[in-house]
């Protein structure tokens, strides 16, 4: 149980600053772009709020924040497990009867399941915020008019898919990771190996699961 | 709190000033063609599936969340004109050079980190050799080049995976789907796109062969090397994502303006 906390700590306080930075940018950017859409099919910027919130939530906020988890989880994740299992401590746990799995994977898996759960809460919550204060600085419109229009779009339970996605990509990067750790060979090359190959596969899977869960959710709206 | 802050600093000042360096070679004493040639075999090799899997994802995704939004308008006519506008222009080069990074950038910062770990860099030094001429140069360019057509390819691939989820999932067929994408996506839509796969490269380039050639101290130096490569070229390109934005935007106005 402990171990889940530390394990926590190290993937949600630890990658907030960057994800958050990251978010904010790309809000930035959704605003622009869709009022550049905008001002080519309807000639106004009436709509803005809602396609970049929805845009946001249902696509942005979730997955950046988990490409950039990958690369700092992940990466780290695969490094660890591999370097264990290269100095054969992975071996060393099994002489003492204690179950590597459950040791090192389980904690992991648990903590990055609920750190990309809250992670995407925070991230979307944070990047919606960003949307608005630029929307109030560049195409001024007053905070109230934001939300107002964005609600006719946005409901509460994209926040809860959002989330969901969140979670599940949370539990992407660990499995992935440490597969690859565990099958780790010897040397500072395999590491270097298993450490590229995790975050390639699992960007990818997150990009695939991404489509699986957006077709997946389409037909609940 | 001030000190993870100035590290970041130093590390983007480092690594403009490792740029500098590498320009400046490149002016000077440049490498042959074959060694660039070489280079971007290898990447383009390596990285073609990835680029293209994940392009084809992209471009699916992005028409399965425009076909809810347009539905609801009655719009449906436009989806393939809007999905393909924001894949190409904005979601498409982002996503598309996360993975990248993940791919070309991490490969490359571990195989220079590891030369550098154990002296190989060192070693051609000592021949009498200029290790950034011989080594770095060849890369950063081949990366460059690469990456850039890399980009390109996931985007036109985006454009296929977006018309085979629009005739499966909202029922129109691709000649539909064609037929609207030159009403919506102008010439400079691509242009921007293409300009913001430019930059990514350049970004890509820039900090993994940076990382890599600065990393101490041991295998731990090599992951370390490869997890910041990683972390500081996806800040990058959200970053510069904005900044080629907001530029586009301005030069549209001033061409607006102009005409």
Known sequence: MKDIFVQLEFVTWQSLPVILFCVCFAAVVTIIESSFHMKLVVQNDALVPGFAALLILREL??????????SRVGAGLAAEVGSMKITEQIEALKMLGID?????????????????????????LVCLYCAMLVSEAKLSYSSGAFITSMRAFVTFQDLVFACLKGACFGAVIPLVSCYFGFRCKSGAEGVGLATTNSVVVSSVLIIVLDFVLTFLFSHFY | MLKPLLNVIDDIGECLIFLRLILRTAYRSPCTWESICEQTWKVSVQSTPTTALAGFFVGAIMTVQFTMQTKAFGALGYLGGLSTSATVREVGPLLIAFLLSGKVGAYTSAE?????????IDAIRCLGANPIQEIILPRFLGIVISSFFLLAAGLIMSIFGGMLMGSVFSGINPEEYVR????????????????KCLVFALILASVCTYKGYSATGGAKGVGRAVVGTAVMTMVG???????????????????????
């Not at chain 2, 080629?244 to 102009?258: Q, V, Y």
């Open chain 1, 61 to 70: 906020g979730a997955v950046v924040s988990a490409l950039l988890l990958t």
């Open chain 1, 100 to 124: 590597p799995v459950r040791f090192l994977v389980v904690p992991r898996f648990v903590a990055c399941v609920i750190g990309g759960f809250l992670l995407s809460l925070i991230a979307n």
């Open chain 2, 112 to 120: 220079l980190g590891t030369m550098r770990v154990t002296e190989q």
């Open chain 2, 180 to 195: 609207h994408i030159p009403t919506i996506v102008t010439q400079f839509s691509i242009g921007n796109g293409l300009f």
């Open chain 2, 237 to 259: 390109i959200v970053v510069f994502d904005w900044f080629t934005s907001l530029l586009s935007e301005t030069a549209l106005n001033l061409f607006r303006e102009g005409v």
